[in-house]
């Protein structure tokens, strides 16, 4: 008689799971004529994983409910979104479809991050769901747990209920943050686990009882930029692997700001790689963070991401979106067209005297650091607790004592007024940080004297998380220019960073929003 051994009886154990009577999950009918799907700000929803099951097309999705101004990712349990025609804009919404420790009891409440539901061999569905485990004495207690169902939307069974399959301990130690599964069921239904964040991937082949490594895991280190949110899929015969990418600077094809993702893609042969990078399918979108979630539907492609654009919205208050895409078949590998993101029609201008909009930027620190971004200057987005792309800043290790910044329209404007909105982690001052400038000033460009006049006002002492407002004598340029003397301790001297600065037109007037990849000139130059 052959012998069981426990990794043998995994199978058995799985199909055998008791059944759990279901209580019948809220639901609410939603019509989302935009993206995205939930926009109302009752709801916020992140992390999306679509899943087909015939004619029906599922999003699982995180919950977002970290409160204005709180910078943490406060998410305590996963809704679901079902529709049979994702262009009609009609879904079912499940708010509270399945928090971790209802299902895996060795799991501490909330913390219910990108998870992943997939139809196995044995056409039971599985949730692969990074999760905080209790107790662990792990130096990162985040680990990797499945539950199995019947159907989509449960009742869901742990799989594996003497703990996750994935941790820094189990099976295999290993010393990244184990979230992020993605899965891949392939044509002669091997499956393949891929998952990991903070520019560490790792993936492996599972065993048909969906629990258990067939080998060892690889490490992937040949997708340009990695940094989290990995999703496999196949396409003709060509493996996929979609990602969060950061690799930022001023001439980066993914982001300009370190802290915002882009997402970039990559091509393999076979499921376990290796992979080859391809570009960039989603540019940043309005959250830091950006995650894909891809899917074929009758016939048509679609990817599923989260931004912040909901009424309140923000980047710890995201939301799903829903977009075709395309292919390029005329090359090898096919690659997929740049996505163009739809949104909800913009609200109907209204008369402003803040001309910013309208203005190309440049700074004495240009090209700015990658952790900050110059665009956020004229956005119109002021922040309770901004993150650092969310303003412009001047951070280095060796301040220098005066920094600028250059608004450049096309043609002469007048000005008769200012508005800067500083942000700081240091008081003034200071010598080392962020810190409001000593002293700050105005100047405009003299097409006749071909240089710089200051402007003559009485301005006002330079403080933190507010407006610091300046009015003058009408001027008539097509460049101004903010001059700021550092904050500094007599010693060294600090940096400086701010969140908008505004110019006023005497009267409000219609702006429409200027070419932000242009630069402005330093010395008013005018664009060719």
Known sequence: MKKLTALSLLPLLAACAPVIAQTALETRQVTAPHNPILADGVDYTTDPAPLVVGDKFYILTGRDMAEPGVNDFIMPEWQMLETTDPKSGQWTHYPHFVKPNDVFKWATPGRAYAAQIV???????????????????????????????????????????????????????????????????????????????????????????????????VDVNTLTGFFEAPWIFKRKGTYYMSYAGNKAGPDSEC????????IAYGTAKSPLGPWTYRGVMLDPVSSTTSHP??????????????????????????????????????????????????????????????????????????????????????????????????????????????????????????????????????????????APPKAWHLEYWSDTDNKWTPISAQYPTATLNAFNEVAFETVTTRCLRAVFDASTDGKSYAAV????????????????????????????????
């Open 497 to 528: 960073a701010a969140q908008e600065w505004e110019a006023l037109y005497p009267k409000p007037v219609l702006v429409e929003a200027a070419d932000t990849k242009l630069a402005a000139s330093a010395t008013c130059v005018p664009s060719e």
């Open 255 to 262: 982001t300009e700001a370190v802290y915002y993702a882009c």
């Open 293 to 434: 979630g891809i899917v074929e539907y009758k016939g048509e492609w679609y990817i599923a991401y989260h931004n912040a654009d909901a009424k309140n919205g923000g980047h710890f208050r995201r939301s799903v979106a829903i977009d075709k895409f395309t292919w390029d078949d005329s090359v090898s590998p096919p690659a997929i067209e740049l996505v163009e993101p739809t949104k909800a029609p913009p609200p109907a201008p209204t008369p402003t005297r803040n001309l910013a909009p309208a203005a190309r930027i440049v700074a004495s620190n240009s090209p700015v650091p990658v952790q900050y971004w110059i665009k956020a200057l004229n956005d119109g987005k002021v922040r309770e607790a901004p993150l650092p792309p969310d303003t412009w800043g001047t951070w280095s290790p060796n301040n220098p004592k005066q920094q600028w910044v250059v608004y450049q329209w096309e043609q002469p404007l007048k000005f008769n007024g200012s508005r800067i909105y500083f942000w700081g982690d240091q008081p003034a001052g200071s010598g080392i940080g962020v």
């Open 119 to 217: 139809q196995g061999p044995d056409k039971k569905f599985y949730l692969y769901a990074p999760v905080m485990q209790q107790g662990s004495t792990n130096k990162d207690g985040f680990a990797i747990g499945v539950a199995v169902s019947d159907s989509p939307t449960g009742p869901w069974v742990d799989a594996h209920p003497s703990g996750p399959v994935i941790s820094q301990s189990y099976p295999v130690a290993n010393d990244i943050q184990n979230i992020d599964p993605t899965i891949l069921v392939d044509d002669d239904q091997r499956v393949y686990l891929y998952w990991g964040t903070f520019g560490r991937l790792k993936g492996v082949e599972l065993e048909a009882d969906m629990v258990t490594f067939k080998g060892k895991p």
